[in-house]
């Protein structure tokens, strides 16, 4: 079966410009992460879906940041403008079932750097 | 609020020697605790989880971790390090006693394996 797939995996833009990294999580996983991955940071949660809801956007830097799931098989993450700072690996990730004790189960990531 | 703290952002061991990396959790209520395992340029996969039962748990590729209530800790270990085995490892907690499930993660411990 496929797994979490993002993309791209990589991407280099200028500052000020629009980003949108994309996520198609396991079929049939009614629940979607995008978690930011930085040195100083380390793993971060930004948003949650489940069954294509946002629940908790808590971790959303900014109002820059967006994401949406139209539907159960795709999400997107648009930052806009985009800024040096944001330059971060984005993990999207989705499990099957409620947490706590469902697992998680990640893409490979989007590295983004922003110049 | 549940969160985990990782003693030791680095850790060498030789190969074949006992592999320790520290985790001890903070939690309002009864934890569900994790390790995710990241190799370079991938995203994290679970190596084991506890939820209730036996507090000793066995994962992927020979790790197995101990809940320690009175010590609030969940440390995983390895009898013999392999090369195969560097890799960043993550404890998580899952939130799960508010009104949003999600897994708060620590900020990893780098495992390097020496010939």
């Known amino acids: 079966d496929a797994g979490v797939i993002q993309s791209p995996r990589h991407e280099v833009t200028e500052m000020g410009q629009e980003v949108t990294l994309r996520c198609k999580p396991i079929?049939?996983?009614?629940?979607l992460f995008w978690y930011r991955q930085t040195m100083m940071r380390g793993l971060e949660l930004l948003i949650y879906?489940?069954?294509?809801?946002?629940?908790?956007d808590s971790g959303m830097p900014e109002d820059r940041f967006s994401a949406k799931m139209p539907n159960a098989s795709f999400s997107t993450l648009k930052i806009q403008p985009s800024e040096p700072r944001d330059s971060a690996v984005y993990f999207c990730a989705s499990s099957f079932g409620p947490l706590p004790t469902g697992e998680l189960f990640f893409g490979e990531g989007s590295r983004l750097t922003v110049l | 609020a549940q969160s985990v703290t990782q003693l030791g952002s680095h850790v060498s061991v030789s190969e074949g020697a006992l592999v320790l990396l520290r985790c001890n959790y903070s939690?309002?209520?009864?934890?569900?605790l994790f390790w995710y395992v990241q190799y370079p340029n991938q995203g994290l996969q679970l190596l084991l989880k506890y939820t209730t039962g036996a507090t000793l748990v066995k994962g992927i590729n020979g790790f197995e971790a101990e809940f320690k209530k009175s010590e609030t800790s969940f440390h995983l270990t390895k009898p013999s390090a392999h090369m195969s085995d560097a890799a960043e490892y993550f404890c998580a907690v899952s939130d799960h006693g508010g009104a949003t499930n999600k897994l708060i993660f620590g900020t990893g411990t780098l495992l390097a394996v020496q010939p």
């Open positions: 939690s309002s209520v009864p934890p569900y």
């Open positions: 879906f489940n069954n294509n809801v946002p629940i908790d």
């Open positions: 079929s049939g996983h009614n629940s």
